[in-house]
């Protein structure tokens, strides 16, 4: 069963004008592209009477949250299959394309819209030359579509994330690190993608043919649902969505629900705050590994994380989220590349609004070499 979840009640009630424009147009005719969102006049300013002098001032909060579009009422009940125990056979894979058809979208001023899946139980393997508890995620990738109908042309398809992010799963004989509990990715896509007249139908797919199993590939989490039908699954693509509306919604699903959702960011001007509290001394060497820690402060974190760069221009993570506090961050020499390497932390909120610390350096020697092998 559709549903839209407005987590601040307020949000659709306090007099926000849709700025969606004209319908857009549908992908099988041949026309332009949806036209831009027809402009609001923004209404007059209401006059406040002055504060005494002696009154502090203070800031109005912002009341503001994201309008997240699921298949179910709180995206927080999506807890089956990608935390543990039976999976359903819920992967995402190279040869699995997941439909879901959600609600248009409701009237209000956003500023940004995002596709999301709840993912978990990323699948490993061994590591050559390795002791064989030191396991890495299979290698592979991620990816969304949405459009108002079961057609998604490569111009409607988004990364959603790489596996090295997911969550692993569990081995029962070795010690892995990186297990735990499924999380939403979230991937931002054009506003005007987004239908505010028409059903959105988002699908979930793989284009890593190495992810062609429930062995080797993330799990899907899901909810309890009913036998209402909104979601379909089909086990015949490869690495893309179906070609048709028909092989589309060929094969129903019943009974559960996917964490396939889309969230819609009002407009606002939140930004976090980060103060690094430890870091290594400016230029130090990196011998097995550092620790950053950092205090953040801002509304409705989503996740803060150490990233590096050799240029300040490109940036890449080391190592994987986290949540909630504290912010202490483990970063070991092989997540970084020789050199002088650039560090900072950087955090984002759940509008996708992200900020950066000042920025550290180290340096990162090569790995020690092996001793020679004798001969025999």
Same mark, same amino acid.
């Given at each position: 069963?559709?549903?839209?979840?407005?987590?601040?009640?307020? +949000?659709?009630?306090?007099?926000?004008?849709?700025?969606?424009?004209?319908? $857009?147009?549908? *992908?099988?005719? &041949?026309?332009?592209?949806?036209?831009?969102?027809?402009?609001?006049?923004?209404?007059?300013?209401?006059?406040?009477?002055?504060?005494?002098?002696?009154?502090?001032?203070?800031?109005?909060?912002? /009341?503001?949250?994201?309008?997240?579009?699921?298949?179910?009422?709180?995206?927080?009940?999506? =807890?089956?299959?990608?935390?543990?125990?039976? /999976?359903?056979?819920?992967?995402?894979?190279?040869?699995?394309?997941?439909?879901?058809?959600? $609600?248009?979208?409701?009237?209000?001023?956003?500023?940004?819209? +995002?596709?999301?899946?709840?993912?978990?139980?990323?699948? %490993?393997?061994?590591?050559?030359?390795?002791? !064989?508890?030191? &396991?890495?995620?299979? #290698?592979?990738? *991620?990816?969304?579509?949405?459009?108002?109908?079961?057609?998604?042309?490569?111009?409607?398809?988004?990364?959603?994330?790489? %596996?090295?992010? *997911?969550?692993?799963?569990? /081995?029962?004989?070795?010690?892995?690190?990186?297990?735990?509990?499924?999380?939403?990715?979230?991937?931002?896509?054009?506003?005007?993608?987004?239908?505010?007249?028409?059903?959105?139908?988002?699908?979930?797919?793989?284009?890593?043919?190495?992810?062609?199993?429930?062995?080797?590939?993330?799990?899907?989490?899901?909810?309890?649902?009913?036998?209402?039908?909104?979601?379909?699954?089909?086990? %015949?693509? &490869?690495?893309?969505?179906?070609?048709?509306?028909? /092989?589309?919604? #060929? %094969?129903?699903?019943?009974?559960?629900?996917?964490?396939?959702?889309? &969230?819609? =960011?009002?407009?606002?001007?939140?930004?976090?705050?980060?103060?690094?509290?430890?870091?290594?001394?400016?230029?130090?060497?990196?011998?097995? #590994?550092?620790? =950053?820690?950092?205090?953040?402060?801002?509304?409705?974190?989503?996740?803060?994380?150490?990233?590096?760069?050799?240029?300040?221009?490109?940036?890449?993570?080391?190592?994987?989220?986290?949540?909630?506090? $504290?912010?202490? +961050?483990?970063?070991?020499?092989?997540?970084?590349?020789?050199?002088?390497?650039?560090?900072?932390?950087?955090?984002?909120?759940?509008?996708?609004?992200?900020?950066?610390?000042?920025?550290?350096? =180290?340096?990162?020697?090569?790995?020690?070499?092996?001793? !020679?092998? #004798?001969?025999?």
């Amino acid at each position: 069963m559709n549903r839209v979840c407005l987590f601040c009640g307020v +949000f659709l009630l306090g007099g926000f004008s849709w700025a969606g424009g004209r319908k $857009p147009e549908r *992908i099988s005719e &041949k026309s332009a592209a949806p036209a831009a969102p027809a402009a609001t006049t923004p209404p007059p300013p209401t006059l406040m009477p002055s504060a005494p002098a002696e009154t502090p001032l203070f800031s109005v909060p912002d /009341d503001k949250s994201p309008v997240y579009l699921t298949e179910i009422s709180n995206p927080n009940d999506f =807890v089956l299959f990608a935390n543990g125990g039976w /999976d359903g056979n819920w992967y995402v894979g190279y040869n699995t394309c997941w439909v879901s058809k959600l $609600p248009p979208a409701p009237p209000g001023e956003y500023k940004s819209a +995002f596709l999301g899946a709840r993912l978990g139980r990323m699948k %490993t393997e061994s590591v050559p030359g390795r002791p !064989p508890w030191e &396991k890495r995620p299979i #290698k592979g990738f *991620i990816n969304m579509a949405v459009a108002d109908e079961p057609l998604w042309p490569q111009s409607r398809r988004f990364r959603l994330t790489e %596996t090295a992010d *997911i969550p692993l799963e569990g /081995d029962a004989e070795n010690a892995v690190e990186g297990v735990g509990e499924s999380r939403w990715f979230w991937v931002e896509v054009p506003l005007k993608f987004i239908s505010f007249e028409e059903d959105n139908y988002v699908a979930l797919f793989s284009p890593s043919e190495a992810l062609s199993s429930s062995a080797r590939a993330p799990v899907l989490a899901a909810a309890w649902g009913d036998t209402r039908q909104n979601t379909w699954l089909n086990s %015949t693509v &490869k690495g893309e969505p179906p070609f048709t509306s028909t /092989d589309a919604l #060929k %094969t129903p699903v019943t009974y559960f629900e996917p964490a396939i959702a889309i &969230k819609l =960011v009002p407009v606002n001007d939140r930004r976090p705050d980060i103060r690094l509290l430890e870091t290594p001394e400016e230029g130090a060497t990196v011998q097995e #590994k550092i620790f =950053v820690s950092a205090s953040v402060s801002g509304r409705d974190m989503a996740g803060v994380w150490v990233e590096f760069s050799t240029d300040t221009k490109n940036w890449r993570r080391a190592g994987s989220f986290l949540a909630i506090a $504290p912010y202490v +961050f483990t970063v070991k020499r092989e997540q970084l590349l020789e050199g002088t390497v650039r560090l900072r932390v950087a955090a984002e909120d759940v509008m996708g609004n992200r900020a950066q610390s000042p920025i550290f350096s =180290v340096r990162v020697p090569p790995p020690p070499s092996e001793p !020679p092998k #004798k001969r025999r």
